[in-house]
């Protein structure tokens, strides 16, 4: 105990003293304390502090801190001191055993002077508890467990068993424990104890020896624990005869039969057919099981192998085929057992043998076979429905030959259903045939057997169409020529055609043209037809005379309308379009230049993936509330949406039963009529289409231009730019995009059409390039890596096929296709260069596809030149007749002219009328100039009459619009005149003057006619200038 004053600056001379019961004053680390005397408040012992201070008032005041005192709850604690005189008493009993007893206790003592008020000083208290022999021994766990091994010698080791005593090991003998056996093992032979312990250390040995564990597996002994005191403590010892390897093992049965199907080909069955169990009384038995060599057939295809109980399994190591003679009545053989893979065989004490017996079970594991698996039939477009094309005959060896046969067509190489087959391998036509729709057809025939489950082989029969002549020729462009009006006649324009069908049939080209006869007379007497040989023949389109915009503006010719198929595009559709492959985080926003229909849908496109997630295209409202979405899930096609402004009402048509993550190109089209929708994939055969027909609630879908048509998924803004795309379509192609049968570009090959423009694209790639997966493939050979787009395979190059075996490449034979058209002979040549077809007369081509064209002249080079310049020298001839005939016009236009002419000092610009342009000159040419050749009359005569044609007399002179209407029918029925002058000029607009000239009166008003009063002056100019001479009307009487 110690003790110290707080007051450093005075003298520390504290002197303390103990006193109390267990308090040895001249030994103080015997001191203790007495645990059977702490019942109540019991006196421990009393702490005396001193003051050096003399002048001072020295009442002390004692109180305690540290273990077993609680300040704050005193009646918790264990001790408490007198505050005045320093004795320490206990409070509660106290414990010093474990595992919740304390054996001894430390706190510490305050004493303050001036009555704890002054300076403070301490000692440390420490307080032992004497040990009491109050606990009785006790086994930890309860039993013990513990082993020998058997047949083992007396005295061998078992086990080991311990007890605890919580009283003080070094209290006299409180601890001290003594072992026995309380219920012993008694050896039923002799009647003696098996077992003996140590009643010091507790050991276990064994008594006597030779113990089996096959009669006994183990025993239970009652063990007691004794301390010095008497307590006693009772445990239980298991113990477990440990085995060895004693006992035979024997099979179950002396022959085993099982009844197994035949493999599927090579393909081997995982799971055992046979399962043998051995009896061995040793408890651990390491069974080593296999099949004996040569003692019977079939060993080799069989194995046995151990199971984890024990048991031991047969397995299938190679394929077993009901149709081999050699195993179609089983097999017989032994397996052997051996129950320790470190015992020789030659100990037949641990060896046994048992007969196994396998019978096999005939299944469907072949194919049918086709007699001829290629069949070549060709036939007219125009056949009739019903014809035969060909018989397809197949066999099956399954049940004995005797399987049926059932005969269908793929579908998927007959969409349209154009042909049937029944069940004895006709084929014959079902629906009519068109060879401009597909001159080839590859028919995919099925033969499938009756089998569990059926086995379906294949043939192909090659349907050629020939071509009839059941197709009118369609123009070349969509022709739309302009004539200005007023213009004299001219070539206007070439037209060409073209024919779907076979001109190597002479069902096509060259063409020849010609007038409608049903045309109305207008478009008869106002243009002509004529034939040109160039090409395939063309025809040349001209005008009979002059066109008055302001009468007609436009000859409209109906013009057919063209869809191409998907993937194409141009004039023709001969043009392939450009795909676009879409990255990770990639989209296509675009605008549209149209406004699409609102209770009407269709969207199209082609799209190549090998992802089974992500969004193709989507259109919406600004809003996202009406909407319908095109997307993948689970590699199926889907098509969303919701027609409802106010909330979502979403509905879904899905081709569930398609997968098309397989890297192939595919055509996707919806069709949506208000809340119906119709899904389609590659035409929609079977299970590529879907509908639903629920016309409940909206019907009308707005789509936003701007901001509302999004392919590859919708963009997402996170941040100022970091987007993250919605249902993001990634590492896949999309190409062709037509909403509403309107082409949408796709960049960066096309970032605009005329119906809308690509507004912004990320992370988008031109074309649909495969990510070259052979590039780290490896192949063995002969085989060669083939790119499948994003995925490849080892197959056999060009011209080669995998052998039967499937381990090498040959030659593959080209001709059994019967590649040669039109009775060409096929010849099969090696593999690089397939096939090569020798053609009969009058056709070529690698496969004879192509007529030869007759030649009746062959003309040498020296014939071809005189040729030649003799074309020259007549070309020279001709320009100098023509020169001669433009003097002589020339010359004819210089003769004085009579009254009528009209001469150019009273005709004034506005009069000629130089046209809505010309507004400083007028082109005089077109009056001076013939329009065609002069007539042979150039006495200004006028030409012949027809006899039913009376001449104008004087008394009509006075009406002009009688006179004016005869004189123009009589010039249009006379063919043969040619006009002296071309007063179609009249015809132009005026200059903005007043209506003084027919154009401006014309032009005044469009498409309506003028009354003017018959007095007009300026019309009585023009009656002097149409009135006949003296001598023309002389002329028209003798005539």
């Not at 030994?27 to 012992?45: C, M, Q, R, W």
């Not at 132009?988 to 003057?993: H, K, L, M, P």
Request: aromatic letters at 10%; a negative charge; proline letters at 5%.
């Amino acid at each position: 105990v110690t003790a110290s004053d707080a007051d450093v600056e005075r003298p520390n001379n504290i002197i303390y003293f103990l006193t109390g019961a267990g308090i040895d004053i001249e030994n103080p680390s015997d001191s203790y304390f007495d645990i059977n005397k702490a019942t109540g408040e019991i006196f421990v012992l009393k702490v005396t502090a001193s003051d050096a201070d003399v002048e001072r008032p020295n009442n002390i005041i004692y109180f305690l801190t540290g273990a077993g005192i609680d300040i704050e709850n005193p009646s918790d604690s264990y001790f408490d001191i007198n505050k005045a005189t320093g004795e320490i008493f206990v409070l509660k009993p106290l414990n010093r055993d474990p595992p919740h007893g304390r054996a001894s206790w430390k706190f510490t003592v305050f004493a303050q002077d001036e009555g704890g008020e002054g300076l403070v000083g301490f000692t440390e208290v420490q307080i032992n508890l004497k040990d009491v022999n109050d606990n009785a021994p006790q086994f930890p766990n309860g039993i013990a467990y513990g082993n020998v091994t058997e047949n083992g010698t007396i005295g061998m080791y078992v086990m080991t068993i311990k007890a605890e005593d919580y009283d003080d090991i070094n209290e006299g003998t409180n601890a001290k424990i003594i072992y026995s056996i309380e219920k012993n093992a008694i050896q039923e032979d002799t009647g003696l104890p098996i077992f003996n312990i140590n009643p010091d250390t507790g050991l276990i040995t064994t008594a006597v020896c030779c113990l089996d564990r096959e009669k006994t597996p183990d025993y239970l002994l009652q063990i007691v624990a004794t301390d010095g005191g008497g307590l006693k403590g009772t445990g239980t010892a298991s113990i477990k005869v440990k085995d060895l390897n004693d006992m035979p093992p024997r099979f179950t049965k002396d022959e085993w039969f099982v009844e197994v199907e035949e493999t599927d080909g090579s393909v081997l069955p995982e799971a055992p057919i046979l399962t043998v169990t051995v009896n061995d009384d040793d408890e651990i038995n390491n069974f080593q099981y296999k099949i004996i060599e040569s003692s019977g057939y079939g060993t080799d295809k069989f194995a046995m192998v151990k199971n984890a109980d024990g048991t031991g399994s047969l397995k299938v190591v190679q394929p077993l085929d009901y149709e081999d003679p050699m195993q179609i009545n089983g097999f017989r053989f032994r397996i052997q057992v051996i129950d320790n893979d470190e015992i020789d065989e030659s100990d037949k004490y641990h060896v046994d043998h048992s007969w196994v017996i396998v019978k096999l079970k005939d299944i469907n594991d072949n194919t049918p076979r086709f007699k001829k698996p290629h069949i070549e039939a060709t036939v007219y477009e125009n056949a009739d429905v019903g014809k035969n094309l060909g018989t397809f005959k197949a066999v099956d060896i399954d049940k004995d030959g005797k399987s049926k046969i059932t005969y269908s067509i793929n579908r998927a190489t007959d969409r349209k259903r154009q042909f049937a087959i029944d069940q004895e391998g006709t084929v014959t036509i079902h629906r009519e045939l068109d060879r401009e729709a597909m001159a080839k057809h590859s028919l995919e025939i099925l033969a499938t057997d009756d089998g569990v489950p059926p086995r379906t082989a294949s043939a192909i029969l090659t349907v050629l169409v020939k071509d009839i002549n059941d197709n009118a020729p369609v123009f070349a462009e969509d022709y739309r020529p302009i004539l200005l009006e007023n213009s004299p006649p001219s070539k206007i324009i070439e037209i060409s055609a073209v024919d779907k069908d076979d001109r190597l049939e002479g069902n096509g080209a060259p063409f020849q043209f010609r007038m409608d006869p049903d045309a109305d007379d207008v478009i008869r007497t106002s243009f002509k037809v004529e034939q040109s040989n160039k090409g395939d023949g063309m025809a040349i389109i001209s005008s009979l005379g002059s066109f008055d915009r302001e009468y007609r503006k436009q000859y409209t010719i109906p013009i057919a309308k063209c869809e191409c198929n998907p993937g194409w595009t141009g004039t023709y559709c001969s043009l392939p379009t450009t795909p676009t492959t879409f990255k990770t985080h990639s989209y296509v926003k675009y605008a549209l230049s149209f406004e699409p229909d609102k209770f009407t849908t269709q969207i199209q496109l082609r799209f190549r993936t090998r992802e089974t997630y992500g969004e193709l295209f989507r259109i919406s409202d600004q809003h996202m509330r009406e909407y319908g979405i095109i997307e993948l899930k689970g590699a199926k096609v889907y098509f969303r949406y919701s027609l409802n402004t106010g909330q979502v009402e979403e509905q879904e048509v899905a081709l569930t039963a398609v997968e098309v993550d397989d890297g192939q190109w595919h055509v996707v089209k919806v069709q949506r009529y208000g809340s119906a929708a119709i899904l389609e994939l590659d035409g929609g055969e079977g299970a590529n289409f879907n509908q639903s027909f629920s016309f409940d609630g909206h019907q009308w879908l707005s789509v936003d231009k701007q901001e509302g048509v999004y392919a590859g998924g919708k963009p997402e803004f996170t941040g100022v730019k970091t987007y993250d795309v919605k249902s993001d379509y990634q590492k896949s192609c999309i190409d062709d995009i037509r909403l509403d049968g309107k082409s949408l570009p796709l960049p960066p090959a096309t970032n605009g059409t005329q119906w809308g423009q690509a507004t912004m694209a990320k992370n988008i790639d031109r074309y649909c390039s495969s990510n070259n997966p052979c590039q780290n493939a490896y192949c063995p050979d002969p085989f060669e890596c083939v790119d499948l787009w994003n995925k490849y395979e080892c197959a056999c190059g060009d011209g080669m096929t995998i052998s039967p075996e499937g381990k090498t490449c040959i030659d593959r034979n080209e001709c059994l296709d019967y590649p040669c058209l039109n009775g060409g002979t096929c010849i099969n040549q090696e593999p690089r260069q397939k096939y090569k077809c020798i053609c009969p007369d009058w056709y070529w081509g690698e496969s004879c596809e192509f007529l030869k064209e007759r030649q009746a002249i062959k003309i040498s080079t020296s014939a071809l030149a005189a040729v030649i310049a003799g074309l020259l020298l007549i070309i020279i001839l001709l320009f100098v007749y023509f020169s001669c005939s433009r003097r002589r016009s020339a010359n004819f236009n210089k003769k004085p002219a009579t009254k009528d002419d009209i001469h150019e000092n009273i005709i004034n610009y506005c009069d000629e009328g130089g046209g809505e342009n010309d507004m400083t000159a007028v082109d005089m040419k077109t009056l001076k100039i013939p329009i065609g050749p002069l007539p042979e009359l150039v006495q200004h005569k006028a030409p012949p009459v027809r006899p039913d044609i009376a001449v104008v007399s004087d008394q009509v002179v006075g009406k002009v619009d009688v006179f004016l209407d005869d004189r123009k029918r009589r010039v249009d029925i006379d063919s043969a005149s040619g006009p002296f002058d071309d007063l179609r000029n009249y015809a132009y607009e005026g200059c903005a003057s007043t209506s003084g000239s027919l154009s401006s009166l014309q032009s005044a008003h469009d498409d309506k006619h003028l009354n003017c009063p018959p007095c007009s002056y300026r019309f009585d100019k023009l009656i002097n200038i149409y009135e006949p001479s003296e001598a023309q009307i002389e002329d028209d009487d003798v005539s």
